[in-house]
Each structure stands twice: as C-alpha cells, then as structure tokens.
C-alpha cells in the first residue's frame, strides 16, 4: 500500500546552529509511511534561499513546506494526498493556529492576526474558516504550505529577490498557468505567534513592507485590497491639515472607524473572550497603521535587480526519522 503513496518531502529553513527543531519533531510522527518521506534542513540567512536549495535536491513529488517552529498534525500528510489525486491541484495549504497553552500575550496577536478587519481575507491563515474550497494567495501561508514539485520548478522556485511575500507571488504565478490551489480549514499547524509586542509590531510592518515590495515586482490586481492600510494612514495624517477648512467632518471617517473596531471587539468576545478581545482593541488599529507605514516603507525600498547575488551559504541536512 505504501507503495502507492508518493514521495514527501518536508523542507524545513531555520537559522546556522538551531539544534532543536520543533517542525521535524512533529514531522517524525506523521501517520505516513516512513519509507516514503524525506526531512531536509536548509541551514542559511535567506529563507527564500534556503528553500529553493532544499527544493532542488528534495527527491519528493510533493514538497511540504514548514517553518522551524510549526508544529503540523499528524494526519496532515494523509489528508493532503487526497487532495493532490486531482492533477489540477498544485498547491494546497491551511492555517497556523496558536497553541492553546500559548501565553495570555500571544493569544491576544492571535485575536487579532484572526480578525476579519484587521487582517480580512487573511485571517483564514490563523483561524479555521469554511470548509475545503478553491483559493488564492490571500488565505495560504508558508509556514505551513504543500505544492508540486515540477510546477514550483517551472515558474524558477521562489522569487529570492523577496522576504517575505515570496510565496505569493509563487501562488499567483502558478494561478496565472491555471493551477488550483486549494485551503483545507482542518490542514493545521500549530505555531506560536511572536512572543514581544515589539515583535509583534516589526512583522506587521514587515508585511506590509513585504506587499509592497511584491507589488511593485510581480503587480497583480489582488493587491488592490492591500492599499487601503496605507491611505488610511495617509488620511490621519492629512486629517487635522483638512480640519483647518472643513472643520469637524474631517474626522467623521475616523469615528467611523472607532465604531466598526468597537463592533469587532465585541464580536470577538463571543469566541475569544472578553479580555484578549479588549487587549487586542488597541492592536486592530496598530496593524492598519503598522502595516501602512510599512507598505509605504516598501514603496520606496531598493529592490534587488536580477543580477544582484542574495546570501547563497545554505547547508542542508537530511534529517533521520
């Protein structure tokens, strides 16, 4: 029976000298035959890098990408090969969920990172939403991500000139040759969100500055959605220069906003309870003014031109199982 399973390998990036890795711990208790995976480690400085290495030595027809402290389900594997039997499917991914043991703080990040008006259609990234469905960049993540072989290959890999949003304009090429991609609601790992405020902050702007960035490389028209953080904090900034003529009305948009965050909390304290909802208040309208400072940062960043070199010291290990 195993004979008919195909070849999986997981490829893992992490830092020179990590030693414990919790991705390949969880890996080694898949419910799939042993003799038909293979665990590679991509030691480097570039995950971009480091992931297109392991790629080209990976022997698997499938590749499952996690990061180093994504800690994927047991019966991932299996459930994932159900889906890849439709050839048309190329990608298949789903969310990266908070431990439940996480600490009070980093269940808040997770309040927010699931938050329909901070993150809207990303948030199925964090938080199980619907059911198996056909999808698109927006809902699919890295950290915990399966696709073809020979189709991430023909489009070249990752683009190394981006981190991070190097996979999503992998997935919008691969939509682009009308591959499907696929997001599995029950496709789980479990990973700890980051573990400082400060933290937490600089990836919010790294997102957007990343968007950005992958914007002005690869422009498609799902990015539109993405340029709304950043006018926002275009309008408070120009909002008290416009009170000047206009008096009070300048600022009806913000009460307006004040409201719809308010509503949201209280939504939110239905399912995540009443104080992560109200600590995670505050962080709706940082990760819109984080996140816009940071499209604008990457508006205006120097993007690497296809001759310039990115780190390419990658050590990869074959990890025993």
């Known amino acids: 029976m195993s004979d008919a399973l195909p070849l999986v390998t997981i490829i893992v990036p992490t830092k020179p000298g990590q030693k414990e890795i919790l991705a390949v711990n969880a890996a080694r208790k898949f419910d799939y035959p042993k003799e038909r995976m293979e665990i590679l480690v991509a030691r480097g400085r570039q995950p971009s890098v480091q992931r297109n290495a392991a790629l080209r030595a990976a022997r698997g027809e499938l590749i499952y990408f996690l990061d180093d402290d994504a800690m994927a389900q047991p019966d991932n594997l299996r459930r994932a090969v159900a889906h890849f039997k439709d050839p048309q499917v190329k990608m298949l991914g789903g969310p990266n969920l ?99 405020l400060r933290s937490f902050c600089k990836m919010l702007m790294t997102y957007g500055r990343g968007r950005a960035e992958q914007f002005r490389l690869h422009p498609t028209p799902g990015s539109a959605l993405n340029f709304v953080p950043p006018l926002f904090v275009a309008y408070l900034m120009l909002a008290p220069v416009a009170a000047v003529w206009i008096g009070k009305f300048a600022f009806a948009p913000l009460a307006a906003y004040a409201l719809v965050v308010a509503l949201q909390t209280l939504a939110s304290m239905a399912g995540k309870g009443f104080l992560r909802s109200l600590l995670a208040m505050p962080l709706l309208l940082a990760s819109h003014v984080l996140y816009g400072l940071g499209f604008w940062r990457g508006l205006t960043t120097k993007l690497k031109s296809p001759g310039d070199k990115p780190p390419t010291d990658v050590k990869l290990d074959s990890m025993p199982m």
């Open 98 to 196: 908070c431990p439940a043991d996480a600490p009070l703080l980093e269940q808040v990040f997770a309040v927010v990172l699931s938050s329909w008006l901070a993150f809207g259609p990303s948030r199925a990234r964090y938080v199980s939403v619907g059911e198996v469905r056909a999808t698109g960049e927006k809902e699919l993540i890295l950290c915990n991500l399966m696709a073809r072989r020979d189709a991430v290959l023909d489009l070249g890999g990752f683009d190394e000139a981006l981190y991070p949003n190097e996979e999503n304009a992998l997935m919008d090429g691969l939509q682009q040759r009308g591959a499907k991609l696929l997001y599995d609601p029950r496709f789980v790992a479990h990973r700890r969100p980051r573990r400082t």
